[in-house]
């Protein structure tokens, strides 16, 4: 299903606005939804969970006394726990004075040590869960590739039709073996540079030569969101024939020739469901995380390649996809790290950094882009969102955190007014760090 459909248009402002309402206001109800129901389970009364900041729009009260609204700001939230004197959980000094020891416990500041732990932590941590159980719940229901190299659907493509069918369980392609779909796609690489190739088959019981696409034509599978192919409006399923007036029949050939570009302008010749467009595009200087770690700079336009047929797919059982979930999580924990690491030691560009203005052109390109990866990037954006709330700066999660570590080490919390400074300056960086990502948004 395509959301855009649902949609007039994602090119809208209005409405490029409301998607990154949406994404945004799903991550924060999880995060702070971590804080209240961990602070109740502790012992810890909410005063307030609010949507956003500033002024109240709607609101209401439920059966324990807590404040539940929506503010007019959608850049956040949070949970106002008893005995905090605002949305930063500084602490009401005054308000706390005049409460007795029992009321104190069911605040946050009165609290023992480990309940205000887990209610900090749980925020960040929720986030993580919410982004595991996305993960799980997609890979089950989309599954994950057999390996086994059995034709489905075959996609569109200029040179068909093909002999090739569906069904068929391809044994080799110009006499290479492929006894397996990564074989089959290994030996890419390897295959003559020509649209149209030779396959040797398994059909009813019986072996035969027939044509086929080549395993890895100059086939859009998907398109990178703030890129040069978005940008000039490339699909899915679009087939590039060629560049700067030279013909291609190869994803490889594709890559080299933007690789080789430096940059440089590129005119395209797309061919789209029978249609034939021509584009232009400009490279970009993109740095790409590696499998092992660490980063890779090179000159892309924003394109994976695509499948050339549709590959046979089983539902994973759930602790195979909690497995994968896992490592989809760890990733982007390790990625999103590793790329702060390398922008302050300056190897890889500060580019990287994206303001609520990236996500939001992010979130509508996602959105355009289906239910599955409008869903998966929401994942993806809860898990870098607990990451960076466990960041040591106050007054984000991991500097409370970092208060309570000192507590516990020096058998006494931090004095009030350190507390505050430190906050303060927490504060300033935080919102030096939000301007100098707007900025590289609208500079890069």
């Known amino acids: ?23 945004l206001s ?20 909410a005063d307030v969970f609010s949507l956003g900041f500033g002024p109240v729009l709607a609101s209401g009260t439920d059966k324990n006394g807590t404040v539940w609204q929506v503010a007019a700001i959608p850049l956040g939230g949070y949970v106002k726990f008893a005995g905090d004197s605002g949305a930063t959980s500084s602490k009401d ?28 932590a749980a925020g960040p941590f929720f986030n993580f869960i919410f982004a595991f159980l996305v993960f799980v719940g997609l890979l089950m229901f989309e599954g994950v590739a057999v390996d086994e190299p059995i ?17 068929d369980r391809i044994l080799a ?97 797309v061919w789209r469901g029978g249609d034939e467009l021509d584009l232009t595009l400009e490279p970009r200087s993109t740095d790409l995380p ?15 390649s695509g499948a050339v047929f549709e590959y046979s797919t089983r539902s994973p059982g759930f602790f195979e996809a909690a497995g994968m979930a896992v490592t989809q999580v760890w990733r982007v924990i ?39 990866e409008f869903v998966w990037f929401i994942a993806v954006l809860s898990v870098a969102i607990g990451l960076l709330n466990l960041f040591p700066i106050p007054p984000l999660d991991g500097g409370h955190l970092i208060f309570h570590a000192y507590e516990a080490v020096m058998r006494r919390p931090a004095g009030d007014k350190a507390m505050q400074i430190l906050i303060t300056i927490g ?17 890069c």
């Not at 000094?93 to 069911?106: K, L, Q, S, V």
């Not at 034709?151 to 069904?167: C, D, M, R, S, Y």
């Not at 300033?428 to 500079?443: H, K």
């Open 173 to 269: 392609v110009e006499g290479i073996e492929t006894e397996t779909l990564s074989a089959f796609m290994a030996s890419a690489e390897e295959m003559p540079a020509e649209p149209v190739l030779s396959y040797t088959v398994e059909r009813d019981g019986r072996v035969m030569e027939v044509t086929g696409p080549h395993p890895q034509p100059p086939l859009a599978g998907s398109v990178a969101i703030q890129s040069a192919a978005r940008e000039a409006r490339m699909q899915p399923g679009d087939v590039i024939l060629s560049i700067d007036g030279r013909e291609i029949a190869t994803f490889t050939e594709l890559r080299d020739i933007v690789a080789e570009s430096a940059g440089a302008p590129l005119a395209l010749r």
């Open 26 to 45: 799903i991550i924060v109800f999880v995060h702070e939804y971590g804080h209240y129901i961990v602070g109740r389970w502790t012992g810890i009364h």
């Open 1 to 23: 299903m395509d959301l855009i459909g649902l949609l007039p248009s994602f090119g809208n402002f209005f409405l490029t606005i409301a998607v990154f309402v949406v994404v």
């Open 290 to 304: 590696l499998a092992e770690g660490g980063f890779e700079t090179r000159f892309l336009i924003g394109l994976t």
């Open 334 to 372: 390790r990625t999103s790290l590793e790329g702060l690491y390398y922008m302050v030691v300056g190897q890889i560009s500060t580019c990287n950094l994206s303001s609520p203005i990236g996500i939001a052109e992010a979130s509508a390109a996602k959105a355009s882009d289906g239910v599955i």
């Open 151 to 167: 034709v489905g659907e075959i996609t569109p493509l200029p040179a068909q039709p093909f002999e090739l069918q569906p069904g």
């Open 427 to 443: 504060l300033a960086l935080v919102l030096s760090l939000f301007v100098f990502a707007i900025f590289t948004d609208l500079t």
């Open 93 to 120: 000094a005054e308000g706390m004075a005049e409460m007795d020891e029992e009321a104190r416990r069911h605040t946050m500041h009165g609290a023992p040590l480990w309940a205000r732990s887990l209610t900090v």
